[in-house]
């Protein structure tokens, strides 16, 4: 079998740059699908229950797909399943166009769906390659450059949309347009990926033609399970998603809870959340390595989130909600972080434990629907109060500790 081209990691800087682009895209197609949404509730007349449909074709793909994901990358190496990923995003955003022509909701959530499963390919292939190709100590510091792109484009996506809609009175047919450029640049990057100077890497130990070569905790090895920290560390991750994407959807809410329906510019505490995230991002780019070890910063920020949480709960309303902003940065290092942590020592099975982290990007999901879930069960009228919110917002609590629990003990467990 043909072998993986070794990259210089003294000189990963221009494949670093490229794969940027590839988690603006990630993000620019999770922000663009997260801005349709209520506007598909709208024109679909859905009930909540069926609204929850849509975050289930985006995050389903996670599960279902992760596995084969995988396995694809095993095969065609991290290079040509970011190629890959990229075709498939370009189909799922291109369904949009006669979703909205034929106002077919189920269309739409195929779209999703298969934009779910591009993207699903895609983090199963960049997430290990940004942590394979410099060294291994300051993979969290690469990943939070990633984050900064990342989150960047989730913002840059709504003004895309702002040039081609009217983001007051959205129309399904208005979104056509956009949804061909999205297309089309999408397939030009796919193009450009082939020839793009991205170099295969292997992760120390992986040897992708025998079932023996590999050193370290893989040696002795013959299932991907029989790795406990990388187990805990999917735990983690899907923990990790779920208290990231909570207060993005949660903000408004609770804002509108704390300060009525009337109050003025309620959307202006959706910016404490990512803005909270990327001052993280910025944090670790400068801390990690030099000054603080990977494992330390999800210690930390693991704490930072416990605290967060309370001053969440346990502050009044109009106090606590600035605590949101605390919350995204305690959430920022924790993707980064947890990656390196969970993947390393995995050698020849470095791919199969990649498609099993990203699986655990369904907690984006769960844990929201669990949220949402614990309002309903404590409200006792038709609005939610803000003690409903506290009472739910509780959630927080065990899921830093968990997370705190993988930085102490779980990420070093290997038998």
Do not use: C
């Amino acid at each position: 079998m043909k072998k993986s081209i070794q990259v210089n990691r003294s000189n990963y800087l221009l494949p670093l740059a490229i794969v940027s682009i590839l988690f603006f895209v990630i993000g620019f197609g999770i922000g663009i699908s997260g801005f349709l949404t209520p506007f598909l509730q709208d024109a679909f007349h859905l009930s909540t229950s069926q609204s929850y449909l849509v975050t289930v074709a985006i995050f389903s793909a996670f599960v279902i797909f992760g596995a084969p994901a995988g396995a694809i990358i095993k095969k065609v190496g991290y290079k040509n399943g970011m190629v890959i990923a990229f075709f498939i995003m370009a189909l799922g955003m291109f369904l949009f166009i006669p979703s909205s022509k034929y106002l077919s909701f189920p269309l739409f959530l195929l779209a999703l769906f298969i934009g779910g499963i591009g993207n699903t390919v895609l983090q199963a292939s960049v997430n290990p390659y940004v942590t394979i190709i410099g060294p291994k100590e300051s993979a969290a510091m690469r990943m939070s450059l990633m984050g900064i792109m990342n989150k960047s484009a989730w913002w840059l996506s709504s003004l895309f949309l702002g040039i081609f809609l009217d983001l007051k009175n959205v129309k399904l047919e208005d979104v056509t347009l956009p949804f061909y450029i999205v297309t089309g640049i999408l397939l030009a990057l796919g193009v450009f990926m082939i020839w793009a100077p991205l170099p295969e890497v292997k992760a120390e130990g992986e040897e992708d033609d025998n079932t023996d070569g590999s050193t370290g905790d893989a040696s002795s090895k013959s299932s991907i399970f029989q790795f406990p920290h990388l187990l805990l560390g999917v735990a983690a991750l899907f923990v990790y998603v779920g208290v990231e994407t909570l207060p993005m959807v949660s903000i408004i809410g609770y804002a509108k809870a704390v300060f009525g329906d009337t109050a003025r510019n309620l959307d202006s505490f959706s910016v404490y959340v990512p803005l909270g995230l990327v001052i993280g991002y910025l944090f670790g780019v400068f801390m990690i390595p030099k000054y603080m070890s990977q494992s330390t910063a999800l210690k930390a920020f693991s704490f930072i989130g416990i605290g967060a949480a309370l001053m969440l709960i346990l502050l009044p309303g109009e106090l606590g909600i600035y605590a949101m902003a605390l919350i995204g940065f305690a959430n920022s290092l924790m993707w980064p972080a947890i990656w390196p942590l969970a993947i390393a020592d995995l050698g020849k099975f470095t791919k199969t434990g990649a498609s099993l982290l990203v699986m655990g990007i369904v907690g984006g999901a769960i844990i929201p629907f669990i949220f949402g879930f614990i309002i309903d069960m404590v409200k006792t009228t038709e609005l939610i109060t803000v003690a409903n919110y506290k009472s739910a917002f509780w959630i927080y609590i065990p899921s830093y500790l968990y997370i705190l629990f993988f930085a102490v003990k779980g990420y070093k467990i290997r038998k």
